[in-house]
């Protein structure tokens, strides 16, 4: 079974500072990760995805995520944030068997950036 | 391109009563289907999944089914509802079968049973 937790349940910052959400994984089978963001009562949008190849993800709005499989970790980061940036983030973990490639999550970060 | 609606945007709906949520995926054909709940920070809850019409799987036992009538169509009920089933809850689809599951959201429901 797989499963996901992320460290932080709140992360506060202030404008362009660094953020890093922290993310680490379990499963038993090669993985594909995920960050997705939430906007307050809005579905949730894709940042980025670790399907192979490179360890380091670039994905959109400045954010970046490294993969170590060693630690077990997906860590989302992002040098300089913006008020904007404020919203939920959610990893998951995708364990790619069988034919249905469920999706687990973690209970989610909330990012807030303060001027 | 590729939408999911999901309706209504929010919900509010007296102890016993029935629910009727539906999602809708345009531009694919044959996706996964999804429902998630989400309650405040428990994260992301999946209810159901369905990989074709008619086919179903429930992750947790509780006061909710879901049914798939159309190959993009996939519905959450409750013949009665319980305060307990208040929460957000989102439909989502990803590609089927062979793909890594890069799932895409509906805008979600918010319910409130009273």
């Known amino acids: 079974a797989q499963s996901v937790t992320q460290l932080d349940s709140q992360v506060p910052v202030f404008e362009e500072a660094p953020v890093e959400l922290r993310c680490n994984y379990s499963?038993?089978?090669?993985?594909?990760l995920f960050w997705y963001v939430q906007y307050p009562n809005q579905g949730l949008q894709l940042l980025l995805k670790?399907?192979?190849?490179?360890?380091l993800v670039k994905g959109i709005n400045g954010f970046e995520a490294e993969f170590n499989k060693s630690q077990t970790s997906f860590h989302l980061r992002k040098p300089s944030v913006h008020i904007s940036d404020t919203a939920e983030y959610f990893c998951?973990?995708?364990?790619?068997?069988?034919?249905?490639?469920?999706?687990?999550f973690g209970k989610g970060t909330l990012l807030t950036v303060n001027p | 391109s590729q939408t999911i609606h999901q309706w209504p945007a929010t919900l509010v709906q007296p102890v016993g009563s029935p629910l009727s949520l539906e999602c809708t995926v345009e531009?694919?054909?044959?996706?996964?289907l999804y429902w998630y709940r989400q309650a405040a920070g428990r994260g992301l809850q999946l209810l159901f999944y369905?990989?074709?019409?008619?086919?179903i799987s429930s992750e947790v036992p509780q006061n909710l089914s879901a049914s798939r009538p159309q190959d993009r169509q996939f519905i959450l009920s409750s013949k009665k509802l319980l305060l307990s089933d208040s929460g957000f809850y989102l439909c989502?689809?990803?590609?089927?079968?062979?793909?890594?599951?890069?799932?895409?959201f509906g805008q979600g429901t918010r319910l409130t049973v009273v």
């Open positions: 989502a689809w990803s590609t089927h079968p062979g793909g890594p599951a890069e799932a895409f």
């Open positions: 499963s038993s089978v090669s993985v594909y």
């Open positions: 670790y399907l192979s190849g490179s360890t």
């Open positions: 998951a973990v995708s364990d790619g068997g069988g034919s249905n490639y469920k999706l687990t």
């Open positions: 531009g694919t054909s044959n996706p996964n």
């Open positions: 369905s990989v074709g019409i008619g086919q």
